[in-house]
């Protein structure tokens, strides 16, 4: 039997309109889930913006205060995609109500307030999602089984990297995202986290690290109204960059293999270059997010001048069966979080976690914390979730 489960979206930038056509999407991809969202409310700060996405997507009410949403009895699940400064007082409240939890990562600013997240939902006894969705890429689940099954030997070394441009124009307005009180750790908690994320999905834990960061544009113009996504702004009161432009980090992993983990924000000529290389003692999986369906695989027994070869994951790969019929038929950014969406309400449904969750964000942000000890001090820092 089918029942609806009434869901809220707060924050309505880029990331509340990708949740809300996500909700709207699952039951397409996914028409076995017991559950079908209905979009009971929004909130938004910003004046107006509530309500155009009620009328836009259907939402049955509109506020400019998240906490009418704690307090409205038909929301029994919120996505939380506000700026990170808000993540731990909205989703700490969320939980205390009873509600479910799809949260953005990197859930709040520190290590402290990703813990004080969990712990709320723990104590609820509510289902919590984090929004780390490239591990939903059906060629990511098909390099971490390629991996586990010893395909590529022993795991001896991997790069992470997240390069992007969505910062590099000197006229990026300063945005909350360039304030440590509001957006924490700059490219840390942005792009690493979800870096931090892909290394522990596809390796395991990380034991230790030290890490390099660094601000290449260090001043920007002040926005003269309220911003969403990556607003430009030129003429305005000039202010400083507080945090991070880039991080280049060595990664000791509790399995004895080592990696390196470079992101940036404003790395002009690169558009979403995410992605990773894991060798192993008898090969290597290699991934590339602009090619997301793709895997280049070696391995064999000639160790020396072994060929790559291009691999199409296909319906026997993670979810990849709910949207395309055979291998080759591309995915896109927007699916991954359908997949995000549908393990959550299944985790709802069902009483039991299925996919990241907060325990994946205390440990992604643990990583964060002594990534800033690190270039803070120089030295090699544990990373204790």
Not at 116 to 128: F, N, P
Not at 276 to 289: K, Q, S, Y
């Amino acid at each position: 039997m089918v029942r609806t489960l009434g869901v809220a979206v707060v924050g309505f930038g880029w990331m509340g309109r990708v949740h809300t056509q996500a909700y709207a999407r699952v039951p397409h991809h996914f028409p076995q889930l017991p559950l079908r969202p209905r979009l009971v409310a929004v909130a938004e700060e910003v004046p107006g913006r509530a309500e155009e996405a009620a009328e836009r997507f259907g939402f049955a009410s509109a506020t400019r205060d998240w906490r009418e949403v704690a307090a409205d009895p038909r929301v029994e699940a919120v996505s939380v995609t506000a700026p990170n400064f808000l993540h731990r007082e909205i989703g700490v409240a969320m939980a205390e109500a009873g509600k479910h939890l799809w949260i953005e990562k990197p859930v709040g600013l520190t290590a402290a307030d990703a813990r004080a997240v969990a712990d709320a939902v723990a104590a609820a006894g509510v289902q919590g999602a984090v929004g780390f969705n490239y591990r939903n890429a059906p060629a990511v689940e098909a390099a971490r089984d390629l991996i586990a099954a010893g395909e590529i030997g022993t795991v001896t070394h991997a790069r992470v990297r997240l390069f992007s441009d969505y910062a590099a124009h000197p006229e990026g307005a300063l945005t909350w995202r360039y304030e440590r009180t509001r957006g924490g750790s700059g490219v840390l908690g942005d792009l690493a986290s979800h870096g931090v994320d892909l290394a522990r999905f596809l390796l395991g834990d990380i034991a230790e690290l030290t890490a390099d960061t660094a601000v290449f544009v260090p001043e920007r113009a002040r926005p003269a109204g309220a911003t969403a996504g990556h607003t430009r702004a030129s003429g305005g009161e000039l202010g400083p960059v507080e945090n991070e432009d880039y991080v280049s980090c060595l990664l000791r992993f509790a399995s004895g293999a080592r990696g390196v983990l470079e992101a940036c924000r404003v790395s002009v000529g690169e558009q979403n270059n995410y992605g990773f290389e894991v060798h192993g003692t008898r090969g290597a999986v290699l991934w590339d997010f602009r090619r997301m369906n793709e895997l280049g695989v070696s391995r064999g027994t000639g160790y020396q001048d072994q060929p790559v070869s291009t691999v199409y994951v296909g319906p026997g790969a993670g979810e990849y069966a709910a949207f395309q019929p055979g291998a080759a038929n591309a995915m896109g950014y927007d699916d991954l979080k359908v997949i995000e969406a549908y393990r959550f309400l299944r985790s709802v449904a069902e009483g039991t976690p299925y996919g990241t969750t907060l325990t994946d964000a205390v440990h992604s942000a643990a990583a964060l914390d002594a990534m800033t000890r690190s270039a803070e001090t120089g030295t090699w820092v544990s990373v204790r979730p």
